[in-house]
Every structure is written in structure tokens, then in C-alpha cells.
């Protein structure tokens, strides 16, 4: 939607029949209701600091309108304070692929996009759309694409390495930073056995278990954030992280050496979508066109070092960003998103907390 704003309190101003039409008029829209104050009033739920901090006071320079930044630590959570809010409380969330997967299933929670009313819907690369979380794209605008790759040092690290399988290698002992993440690194140890990283049959994950186990001696450290400063600073020599920690990576480090593993890629892709009962729901449009704009989409995807899903952006993007965050197009023909796998989950959880929770054992 272009960037307007309703001003229903200078029609109160004018005359009490003005006054009252408009307030029926907001009443039926059911986007936009409440004091002028509410209605320049943006409420975005993410990550922290996941829409840059000049990419927000650009809007509300722009617009007039005000944004609540509320941030959740997990899709989980946000899932939970979703429902509690009965879709409604938030304008704008964005979140994972898997997790949107499961609101559009489950209904009421998020709602289908007036596309009408996004003047640069167009931008958007085809490429990150009809994806299995929003066939039709209904419901999403992709955010920020990532791959989680694996970096290392050919200065330190002791062997080549050409995918998940060769981080298992004995010669790695104590040497890895890899992400606390129970689907991914459950996902990987599947990969090496040829499996699914959505794989459900407990047989296969009993064997995933114990192969993950395995690799316990090679690590060194597990984290969410910052894996990047354990590479560079030496005190690992490879790295398994995502995809704006692998640019971090090489702005300290140029020499370093990405990997896209042989087995195939992880993939994923945040996306925005609107909570079924947005307060403001005009707001939570025009933010998503202005996001879509293509120097502030390029803002985006420079700034959070995410892979870039706005072809319109692409000559603005700064050439360095281009060159580190250009996934060649032959890789996206052999990658894997993780996905919903209903209880299962718990069972990735209870695996990848063991393995966090055992000592490490001598290889033989």
C-alpha cells in the first residue's frame, strides 16, 4: 500500500455527521481503530535486531508511524504468544518457514495478503516464492534467505574440506564452532547417512544419535550468536554457522574458505506475514512496501547479512555483499528445507541435548 495515513479526527472537526460516517467506516474496516495515536502505531514482532534500526526510523520518517519492536527468542515462543493474542496484538511478524507452515495449516492465525495494496509486490525474486510453506503465496513476503555453510581457516585447519562428512575427521579434534541448533545438527549427521533432515523414522535417528556422538571430540564450542569471533579469533580453526556469520567471517578473515557441503544444502527462508487480527493493518502494509522498496531492500539484506530476495535491490547492494552473499544458482538445485515433523521434534530435541549433555569420548 502507498505510504498514507487515515486522519480521522480532523473530519470530527468539521461536522458530527463526517464524524460519525468515519468512525462507521473504521468500524467495519477492521484494520484500523482506536485514537489517531493508535493509528500511527506499527507493532513488529522478530528477532532481535533483525530490521535494522535506520531501516525502522527511515519508515517512521517517512509514514508518521511508530514502531513497538517486540522480540521473541524462538519461532516457538512466538507461536505460543500468537495463539495467546488469538492472532491479533502484533501488525507485522517475522519468522521462520517451518513455523509459518504450521500457522497456515492451523488457521486464524495469519491472514492472506491484499497483494493490491503493495505497489512493489513486483520486486520480489520469483525464485524465494511458491515455496512448500506458501505454495500459492498467499500469506508471505520472503525476508531473509539463509544457508547455513561451513568456514574454515586453510592456514589451520589440518585437512580439506568438502562437506558435513569431513567435520567427523579425527584430525579436527577440538577444532569446530558449530550452532546450537537440535533440527540442524541432527539434520547434518542424517545427511552424511543419505537421509532426510526431516527424516521421522526412529530407527534412523537412533543411528543419527549415536554418529552424532561421534562427533562430540571435534567440538570445541556450541553457540547461537557470535560464531564468527570463535573462527576468527583462532580459537577454532572450522566453523558450521549461518549465513550472516559466514559474511562476518570473511569481512574479518578474506582468506578463509566457504564450503558448500557435497551432500546438499540446508535452506531456509524468513518471511513476514500479518497476524489474522493486526491492530493496523494498513500499517503492517505500508511497511512491507516500504521494505520492498529497492534501496531499502537493499538496506535489509546488507545490513543483516542475509541472502538478498529482492531482485529489484540487486545494483544496490554494495559489490562486496555481493560477491560474499551470492549463492550460485546450481547450489539451490540440491537443497533441503527443514520442515515440520509434527512429535517427532521432541525426539531431535532429546538427541541433540544428550549429545550437549555427554562427555567427550576418545576417538580410536
Not at 497483494?115 to 509486490?121: A, D, E, I, M, V
Not at 550452532?179 to 539434520?187: A, K, P, Q
Not at 579469533?233 to 562476518?248: C, H, L, P, R
Request: one cysteine or more.
Amino acid at each position: 500500500m502507498k505510504n498514507k495515513k487515515k486522519n480521522i479526527l480532523k473530519l470530527a472537526a468539521i461536522t458530527l455527521a463526517a464524524a460519525l460516517a468515519a468512525m462507521t467506516f473504521a468500524g467495519c474496516s477492521g484494520t484500523q481503530n482506536g485514537s489517531a495515536d493508535d493509528e500511527k502505531t506499527l507493532n513488529l514482532f522478530t528477532y532481535d535486531g533483525y530490521v535494522p534500526q535506520d531501516v525502522l526510523d527511515g519508515y517512521t520518517e517517512q509514514t508518521g508511524v511508530h514502531v513497538n519492536y517486540t522480540n521473541f527468542e524462538s519461532n516457538e515462543e512466538m507461536l505460543a504468544k500468537l495463539q495467546a493474542a488469538d492472532g491479533g496484538d502484533y501488525d507485522i511478524i517475522i519468522c521462520s518457514d517451518y513455523m509459518i507452515d504450521l500457522m497456515r495449516q492451523e488457521g486464524g492465525l495469519i491472514r492472506e495478503l491484499d497483494t493490491s495494496k503493495l505497489s512493489n509486490y513486483g520486486n520480489i525474486d520469483p525464485a524465494y516464492q511458491s515455496q512448500f510453506y506458501d505454495p500459492d503465496n498467499q500469506y508471505t513476503i520472503p525476508y531473509a534467505p539463509g544457508v547455513p555453510l561451513i568456514v574454515y581457516n586453510p592456514e589451520t585447519c589440518p585437512v580439506e574440506i568438502e562437506g558435513y562428512a569431513d567435520l567427523w575427521n579425527p584430525e579436527l579434534a577440538d577444532s569446530l564452532v558449530v550452532m546450537d541448533s537440535s533440527r540442524i545438527m541432527v539434520g547434518i549427521t542424517l545427511k552424511t547417512m543419505g537421509k532426510s533432515m526431516n527424516e521421522t523414522d526412529p530407527e534412523v535417528l537412533g543411528e543419527a544419535e549415536e554418529k552424532l556422538l561421534e562427533l562430540k571430540p571435534n567440538v570445541r564450542t556450541m553457540a547461537v550468536n557470535d560464531l564468527d569471533t570463535v573462527l576468527t579469533s583462532g580459537e577454532a580453526s572450522v566453523g558450521f554457522m549461518y549465513t550472516s556469520q559466514v559474511a562476518k567471517a570473511l569481512e574479518a578473515n578474506p582468506n578463509l574458505k566457504v564450503v558448500y557441503p557435497k551432500e546438499g544444502l540446508g535452506f531456509g527462508i524468513d518471511c513476514i506475514v500479518v497476524p489474522e487480527n493486526a491492530p493496523h493493518a494498513d500499517n503492517a502494509y505500508s511497511f512491507i512496501d516500504y521494505c520492498l522498496d529497492p534501496e531499502i531492500g537493499a538496506k535489509i539484506s546488507s545490513e543483516i547479512l542475509y541472502l538478498c530476495p529482492n531482485q529489484a535491490s540487486v545494483e544496490y547492494l554494495p559489490a562486496d555483499f555481493r560477491e560474499t552473499l551470492s549463492l550460485p544458482e546450481e547450489k539451490l538445485q540440491n537443497v533441503e528445507f527443514i520442515k515440520d515433523v509434527g512429535d517427532v521434534a521432541n525426539e531431535y530435541e532429546r538427541i541433540w541435548t544428550a549429545f550437549k549433555q555427554a562427555k567427550k569420548r576418545e576417538k580410536s
